[in-house]
T-cell receptor, first 116, second 115 residues
Framework: AQSVTQPDIHITVSEGASLELRCNYS??????LFWYVQSPGQGLQLLLK??????LVQGIKGFEAEFKRSQSSFNLRKPSVHWSDAAEYFC??????????????FGSGTQLTVLP | DTEVTQTPKHLVMGMTNKKSLKCEQH?????MYWYKQKAKKPPELMFV???????INESVPSRFSPECPNSSLLNLHLHALQPEDSALYLC??????????????FGNGTRLTVT
């Protein structure tokens, strides 16, 4: 069975500082990996995804993530955080469900607070 | 703007009420999903529809009844709910096939309160 661990429940950074959110996964085959962001009272917005190929993937809003198979990690990074980045961030690993629909397993999330 | 539309945004219902949540997408996706999310927790999968047929039911109580009347619509019928069912209910859609490369697209959810 697949699983995802986000070790940091809450991270606080100052505006303009760099950010790294950690994600470790467990999956038997080549994983499909995703990062989603959720603002209060909103749904989940896809930031980026990894399926294969280049291990450094670029996403929206200036985010990037690096897939490291040897460390079973898929950490999310941003060089300079903006106050609007304050939100909950979820890492997820996906497997093909019945009929090739997507079945996601989410990590527990990391709450990001941005200080002015 | 989200491409998956959920209505209503908020719903308050009593334990004896019957209500329905609605989800609509026009991206041509043939997989649709219901997730339940409690505060400060990740979403939990409830149901998966693939080509309008129920393919996964994650042991959800029968007081939740999903329905997929066509490829664009997904409903969740609610009956005799309990206060612990209060949560944010998220709908999502994705393509199927293509080696499963399609990410899920989420709606903004329905905030349900059971009194």
């Amino acid at each position: 069975a697949q699983s995802v661990t986000q070790p940091d429940i809450h991270i606080t950074v100052s505006e303009g500082a760099s950010l790294e959110l950690r994600c470790n996964y467990s999956y038997g085959a080549t994983p499909y990996l995703f990062w989603y962001v959720q603002s209060p009272g909103q749904g989940l917005q896809l930031l980026l995804k990894y399926f294969s190929g280049d291990t450094l993937v670029q996403g929206i809003k200036g985010f990037e993530a690096e897939f490291k198979r040897s460390q079973s990690s898929f950490n999310l990074r941003k060089p300079s955080v903006h106050w609007s980045d304050a939100a909950e961030y979820f890492c997820a690993v996906g497997a093909a469900a019945s009929g090739s629909a997507r079945q996601l397993t989410f990590g527990s999330g990391t709450q990001l607070t941005v200080l002015p | 703007d989200t491409e998956v539309t959920q209505t209503p945004k908020h719903l308050v219902m009593g334990m004896t009420n019957k209500k329905s949540l609605k989800c609509e997408q026009h991206m041509g996706h043939r997989a649709m999903y219901w997730y339940k999310q409690k505060a400060k927790k990740p979403p939990e999968l409830m149901f998966v529809y693939s080509y309008e047929k129920l393919s996964i039911n994650e042991s959800v109580p029968s007081r939740f009844s999903p329905e997929c009347p066509n490829s664009s619509l997904l409903n969740l019928h609610l009956h005799a709910l309990q206060p612990e069912d209060s949560a944010l209910y998220l709908c999502a859609s994705s393509q199927v096939g293509r080696g499963g490369h399609s990410p899920l697209h989420f709606g903004n959810g329905t905030r349900l309160t059971v009194t």
